[in-house]
């Protein structure tokens, strides 16, 4: 009874309010900031904030992370690897002109941009495929028919 008594008692007058409004629309305009080791803090603009926390949260969850610049010049074996293709794969796009690419000495090098723009391209392709492939199972009447080792789900083969 004594604890309901005194929230009873406590109350914040209009005057209190409003510094306490005007208390958090100061801090609302706070921006973050990052500080070193030595003391030294730096503002971040807010996107570049929210991308840290995007990336600090994948970390914790034990996702890979990469950070690749769009004018990197990757070589054809770590384009490859970006893709999840092998390196004759890759040269037979490049030699098909479906990537950019341009020549450093005999070697082929290629921007991170066209190769994340192909990747891009290519995923949309395949995402669209399967969305096509669904519809027309479902409109078949077999999308939600699991076969477990040549017999349907009831058993029959």
Same mark, same amino acid.
């Given at each position: 009874?004594?604890? $309901?008594?005194?929230?009873?008692?406590?109350?914040?007058?209009?005057?209190?309010?409003?510094?306490?409004?005007?208390?958090?629309?100061?801090?609302?305009?706070?921006?973050?900031?990052?500080?070193? !080791?030595?003391?030294?803090?730096?503002?971040? !603009? !807010?996107?570049? *904030?929210?991308?840290?926390?995007? /990336?600090?949260? +994948?970390?914790?969850?034990?996702?890979?992370?990469?950070? /690749?610049?769009?004018?990197?010049?990757?070589?054809?074996?770590?384009?490859?690897?970006?893709?999840?293709?092998?390196?004759? =794969?890759?040269?037979?796009?490049?030699?098909?002109?479906?990537? !950019? *690419?341009?020549?450093?000495?005999?070697?082929? @090098?290629? *921007?991170?941009?066209?190769?994340?723009? *192909?990747?891009? @391209?290519?995923? &949309?392709?395949?995402?669209?495929?399967?969305? +096509?492939?669904? @519809?027309?199972?479902?409109?078949?009447?077999?999308? +939600?028919?699991?076969? =477990?080792?040549?017999?349907? $789900?009831?058993?029959? &083969?």
């Amino acid at each position: 009874m004594e604890i $309901e008594e005194k929230a009873a008692c406590t109350s914040i007058t209009e005057q209190d309010q409003l510094e306490v409004q005007a208390l958090y629309k100061e801090l609302r305009k706070g921006e973050a900031k990052l500080v070193g !080791p030595d003391g030294r803090a730096q503002s971040l !603009p !807010p996107n570049l *904030y929210s991308f840290l926390c995007k /990336l600090l949260d +994948d970390l914790k969850a034990g996702k890979s992370v990469t950070l /690749l610049q769009n004018e990197a010049e990757l070589t054809t074996v770590e384009a490859a690897k970006l893709l999840a293709v092998s390196r004759q =794969f890759l040269i037979g796009l490049l030699d098909q002109n479906q990537i !950019p *690419y341009h020549m450093v000495g005999t070697h082929r @090098r290629i *921007y991170a941009r066209d190769v994340l723009a *192909y990747k891009g @391209r290519r995923d &949309s392709v395949r995402r669209k495929t399967l969305d +096509d492939l669904a @519809r027309a199972e479902f409109e078949d009447g077999i999308y +939600d028919q699991i076969s =477990f080792g040549g017999q349907n $789900e009831a058993g029959q &083969s």
